[in-house]
């Protein structure tokens, strides 16, 4: 039997009773609800090949290789692999490997026209301490907003790409650089629940459309200090045969990156886009 737990006060569920392998259309339908209502699932337990993860993830939409092409599994380019090849030949922590998604909140995918509408992790190696994924709610950061920013933001847009202001592209091969930004409006309506978010990432956004650079870096400054509400957190703590999907329309997540970096943190990545 299917049960859901509420993890934290707004978003997180935790879903046990499962085996994501063998699973129906209709027993696959209350687990898709569960994530448009809890924006954030860990579905536990689970022992999967990359084939079988494949399988369940396209349930979600379609798998899309990661333009990080030197972190794609060798066999399989829909995979990035999270915490692998950490430490270089002259035994030196890679800190783009080990920090990777720890540098501040955002969403996945920003950069692209159609941005990834969902992020999913399996944990293959979890550390002893540390290690934690961080998720917050973009509808109540909608919310919480003054009238006033309500107001200014309707209809307008940004504009991100990888590396935003900073242009941090680590992760990029040279030729995969320097792509013209995408734009999205900062406050969009989810296009399955209808519900409004505030669509907001410090560091890939590069300015506001219409704005002028003053009032453009303010806006910035001042949604960067709102992004995350009171209570609207959930702290994900990793069990091996964990899989976590998040809804990156709605919510913002980092990883904490204060692991013990001898230790392994393992996880296979997808990254999904709606059906095609
Ligand atoms: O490793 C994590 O906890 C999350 C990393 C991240 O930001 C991502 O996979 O998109
Ligand atoms: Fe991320």
Redesign the pocket.
């Known amino acids: 039997m299917l049960e859901v737990t509420k993890m934290g006060p707004r978003i997180g569920a935790a879903i046990r009773g499962v085996d994501v392998r063998t699973l129906e259309a209709a027993g696959f339908a209350p687990i898709y609800q569960a994530w448009l209502d809890f924006n954030v699932i860990v579905v536990k337990d689970q022992n999967l090949t990359i084939p079988e993860f494949l399988a369940y993830s396209r349930r979600f939409g379609s798998v899309v290789p990661h333009p990080s092409k030197s972190t794609r599994h060798p066999e399989f380019p829909e995979i ?1 692999m ?2 692998t090849n950490k430490f270089g030949p002259d035994g030196k922590l890679n800190e783009a490997i080990y920090r ?3 540098e501040g909140w ?1 969403t ?1 995918g920003a950069y692209d026209e159609i941005p990834f509408k969902a ?1 999913q ?1 399996f944990a293959l190696a979890i550390p002893s301490r540390g ?3 961080h998720f917050s709610d973009m509808y109540a950061a909608y919310e919480a907003l003054p009238q006033r920013l309500k107001d200014r933001l309707e209809g307008v847009r940004g504009a991100f790409c990888y590396g935003g202001r900073t242009k941090s592209q680590a992760l990029l091969n040279p030729e995969d650089r320097d792509v013209p930004p995408a734009f999205h409006l900062l406050t969009p309506r989810h296009a399955e629940t209808g519900r409004q978010s505030l669509y907001f990432d410090p560091g890939k956004i590069l300015f506001i459309e219409g704005a002028a650079q003053a009032e453009s870096d303010a806006l910035m400054d001042e949604l960067t200090e709102r992004m995350i509400a009171p209570d609207a957190e959930y702290s994900h703590t990793w069990d091996v045969g964990d899989i976590v999907i998040w809804d990156n329309r709605c919510s913002v ?4 990156g204060d692991y013990p970096p001898e230790e392994d ?1 393992i ?1 296979w ?1 997808v990254s999904i886009k709606d059906f095609a």
Do not use: Q, S, V, Y
């Open positions: 990035t999270l915490g990777r998604g720890a955002h996945d992020t992790l290690g934690n994924t997540h980092k990883a904490a943190r996880h990545r």
